[in-house]
C-alpha cells in the first residue's frame, strides 16, 4: 500500500536538491530572500530615539524602503536592500543607527562607505540634521572622510572619539594604513550605492578596509542596482545575507517620465539648447560622458545666455561643493557633469535631467536620471541618442523595465524662417545690384531697429507654418 508519508530516502533526495539550488544560486549571484521574513514598521513602532530623529527630518511616515529594512538592521541581521534611486534608502540606513551607536563610547563604531565625496557628504549632513533630536543622540560625534581636503580635521576628529564614520574608500584606507584611523570598534559596515563600491575600480581598496575591520560585526549594502557580479561579491563582505528587493526589476521611479529623441551628433547642442527652451527647467544637470564634452556644453549654454556651470573630476573638492551649493539654492540654473556627480547630489526641486550621451555603463541610466523624481516627486529624464546609441538605448530600458519614448524633435522656428530665407534669396527675382543696395540698410536696422527686421522675419515664418498646414489638410 501506497504511503503519503516521504521515505527517507525521499528526504535526502529533496535536501540534496534544495542544497544543489542554493549552490547554483551562489555561484550565479542569486541571493535568498530574508528568511525568516520581519513584519514592516511604522514610525509608531519605533524607538524613541529613532522615532525622534524621524520628526526632526521632518518627515511624517516613513518610506516603503524604510519600514522594510529598518527591522533588519535593528535585528543585527546582514542584509543587501535594492530599492529605486530616490526612494529613502539614506534614511533607511541612518535612522538604526541612532540605537546602534553609544555615545557614551568615544571610539569608532560605524563606518559608512561611499563611492563619491558628494554622495558622503550627503549622508553626513543628513545624519547631523537628525541627532538634534534628543539630547543623548546630540552629543554623538561624525567625521566626514574623503581626498581633496587637509587630513588634520579628519585625524583630529578620529582622535577625539566620533563615533559616526562616513567617507571614501581611498582616504579611509589611507588614515587606516597610518594608524590613524583605530577601526577595531566598528561593529556595522554599510556600503552606500553598493554596486558602484564593490565595482572592480573600488574592489581591492574595499578587501584591504575589510581587513582592518572585526569580524563579528554587521554589515549592510544598499543600492538602486545590483548586478550579479556585486551580489557575488556580496558575501566577502555580509554573513549569510538575505536580499531585501523592492525594485528587483523595475529600478526606475515610477514617478519619473523618459523620453528620447534622435539627434545627429552635430546637432545635439542646437538641440540641447531648443529642449530647454521648450521645458523651461529651473535648474536641472546635464549628464556627458566625458571631462571634454562637459566643458564644450557648458561653454555652449553660456554662450546662448543661460546661467551654467561644469563639474568633472578636475575640479578641486572645494569648487565640487561650491558648486552643488549653488545649484541647491538656485544660484546656477544648470549643472553639466560627468558621473562624478550620478550619485550623491540630491537636489529636491529638480525637475529635468538631460542625459547629452547615453552612458556606456548601464546602470547609469539609472543614477543619472535618480537625480531627480526623489522622495516622490515628479522628475522628467531627456535623453538626447544618435542613430548609433538608439539599440543600446533601448536595450537599457528593457533591462530596468523602463518606459521611454522616442519624441520627434521640436521645430526651431529660427531654424524654418532662416531656411525660408534661404529659400526667398535662391528664388528671387530681384537684380543682384539692387539686393546689393539694400545691405547697409539692414546691417544698420540690425544694430538700431532689429525689432522691425524680426517683425519680417516672423511674418516669414508665419507663411510658411500656414503653407505647411494647407499642404498636411490636402493630404
Request: with cysteine; net charge negative; glycine share 4%.
Amino acid at each position: 500500500m501506497a504511503s503519503d508519508t516521504p521515505s527517507s530516502y525521499t528526504r535526502v533526495i529533496d535536501l540534496t536538491s534544495k542544497a544543489q539550488k542554493k549552490k547554483r544560486r551562489a555561484e550565479v549571484g542569486e541571493l535568498p530572500q530574508p528568511d525568516p521574513p520581519l513584519d514592516e514598521l511604522t514610525i509608531d513602532d519605533l524607538p524613541d530615539d529613532i522615532e525622534q530623529a524621524v520628526r526632526a527630518a521632518g518627515w511624517t511616515s516613513l518610506m516603503p524602503v524604510q519600514q522594510k529594512a529598518i527591522p533588519y538592521m535593528l535585528a543585527g541581521r546582514d542584509i543587501i536592500v535594492q530599492s529605486r534611486t530616490g526612494s529613502g534608502k539614506t534614511g533607511a540606513f541612518l535612522l538604526p543607527l541612532f540605537q546602534m551607536l553609544d555615545p557614551s563610547k568615544k571610539e569608532q563604531q560605524v563606518l559608512i562607505l561611499t563611492p563619491t565625496r558628494e554622495l558622503a557628504r550627503q549622508v553626513f549632513e543628513e545624519f547631523e540634521r537628525m541627532k538634534i533630536a534628543t539630547p543623548q543622540t546630540n552629543e554623538l560625534e561624525a567625521v566626514l572622510i574623503y581626498g581633496g581636503v587637509g587630513y588634520g580635521p579628519q585625524i583630529e576628529a578620529l582622535k577625539d572619539g566620533a563615533q559616526f564614520v562616513v567617507g571614501t574608500p581611498g582616504r579611509v584606507l589611507d588614515l587606516l594604513k597610518k594608524k590613524k584611523f583605530d577601526a577595531s570598534h566598528i561593529h556595522a559596515l554599510i556600503l552606500d550605492e553598493a554596486d558602484e563600491m564593490l565595482s572592480m575600480g573600488f574592489y581591492p581598496d574595499m578587501m584591504e578596509i575589510r581587513d582592518f575591520l572585526p569580524e563579528d560585526r554587521e554589515s549592510y549594502m544598499f543600492s538602486a542596482t545590483m548586478p550579479a557580479k556585486v551580489r557575488t561579491v556580496a558575501r566577502d563582505f555580509l554573513n549569510d545575507p538575505g536580499f531585501l528587493s523592492l525594485s528587483s526589476e523595475r529600478v526606475s521611479v515610477e514617478e519619473m517620465k523618459y523620453r528620447y529623441y534622435l539627434v545627429p551628433p552635430m546637432q545635439k547642442d542646437s538641440t540641447l539648447r531648443r529642449l530647454i527652451e521648450l521645458e523651461e527647467p529651473e535648474s536641472s544637470i546635464i549628464f556627458c560622458n566625458t571631462k571634454r564634452e562637459v566643458s564644450y556644453v557648458a561653454q555652449f549654454l553660456n554662450n546662448s545666455g543661460y546661467q551654467a556651470e561644469e563639474m568633472s573630476g578636475d575640479l578641486s573638492q572645494t569648487a565640487r561643493e561650491e558648486a552643488i551649493d549653488r545649484l541647491r539654492g538656485g544660484d546656477t540654473r544648470f549643472l553639466v557633469a560627468t558621473d562624478v556627480a550620478a550619485r550623491g547630489i540630491d537636489v529636491s526641486e529638480l525637475s529635468h535631467v538631460f542625459i547629452y550621451d547615453v552612458p556606456q555603463d548601464r546602470e547609469y541610466l539609472i543614477h543619472r536620471s535618480g537625480r531627480t523624481a526623489r522622495a516622490g516627486k515628479k522628475g522628467t529624464t531627456i535623453i538626447l541618442a544618435t542613430n548609433e546609441d538608439e539599440f543600446e538605448l533601448l536595450r537599457m530600458a528593457r533591462r530596468y523595465d523602463i518606459e521611454v519614448e522616442r519624441h520627434e524633435l521640436p521645430e526651431d522656428p529660427i531654424q524654418v524662417a532662416e531656411d525660408a530665407l534661404e529659400t526667398q534669396y535662391r528664388e528671387t527675382d530681384a537684380e543682384e545690384e539692387i539686393i546689393e543696395e539694400f545691405v547697409p540698410l539692414v546691417s544698420r536696422l540690425a544694430q538700431s531697429r532689429p525689432e522691425l527686421l524680426a517683425t519680417l522675419v516672423a511674418e516669414l515664418y508665419e507663411n510658411v507654418q500656414a503653407e505647411k498646414e494647407a499642404e498636411e489638410e490636402d493630404e
